[in-house]
């Protein structure tokens, strides 16, 4: 008896939990670049996940590995999600031409998890404390890598290690690829020029002529 094959899940089941977790990090990347402006703004601020001195939001924020460039770490994974989602509308369709554009998505996304382990890295060796929502990203991270790596599976979509030329071709046929992504684009730049750097405590205002006694 010749056993069948397994029907695999209709398109919009993989489609659209992978949405769904990329609007889940946008989300989580809004609330900790919250949570890190709030931990230099205001001295009485504690977020929940300040559970420990091993799990500790604030703590990591404090440190100095959560800004690049210039920029809070949680402001650059906010523009990476955007990005990232823009790279989905096409997709939202179960196309045969649009379906070799998972294989950019993997790509982005496995760079996302690269950055997500070096992060870890960061956090267990320097700051030597974790925080919560940044592991839940971590996580998220790499659950698209490995979810995209399934649909790549699933509809044939080989040579993933190659360039993405061809999937860039396929984007630059459409007019809202040029308008989403140079609004990201603009957006990242008015980060790199005028993001204030509220982290920076100027000192020179306090009073330091504080009298002494001798007990």
């Not at 959560?66 to 523009?79: E, K, M, N, Q």
């Not at 592991?135 to 993933?160: D, G, M, P």
Request: glycine share 4%.
């Amino acid at each position: 008896m010749i056993e069948k094959e397994p029907t695999p899940l209709p398109y919009k089941y993989y489609y659209y939990p992978f949405v769904c977790l990329v609007i889940i990090g946008i989300l989580l990347s809004c609330y900790l670049s919250y949570l890190h402006y709030k931990v230099y703004t205001d001295a009485t601020y504690s977020s929940f996940c300040a559970i420990s001195q091993a799990i500790n939001c604030d703590t990591v924020a404090q440190s100095p590995w959560s800004i690049i460039a210039g920029i809070p770490v949680a402001v650059w994974g906010f523009w990476g999600y955007v990005i990232l989602l823009v790279h989905l509308i096409p997709l939202r369709r179960n196309q045969s031409d649009r379906l070799v554009l998972w294989k950019l998505v993997f790509q982005i996304t496995t760079f996302f998890s690269l950055v997500s382990l070096y992060l870890w890295y960061i956090s267990s060796t320097k700051i030597n404390s974790f925080c919560l929502l940044c592991v839940l990203t971590y996580c998220i991270n790499i659950f698209l890598a490995f979810h995209s790596w399934i649909i790549c599976r699933r509809y044939k979509v080989l040579n993933l290690a190659s360039p993405p030329l061809n999937c860039l071709q396929l984007y630059f046929k459409r007019a809202y690829y040029y308008i989403t992504m140079i609004i990201a684009g603009a957006g990242i730049v008015i980060c790199l020029l005028f993001y204030p750097p509220y982290w920076q405590i100027d000192t020179s205002d306090l009073f330091t002529d504080i009298p002494t006694g001798i007990t």
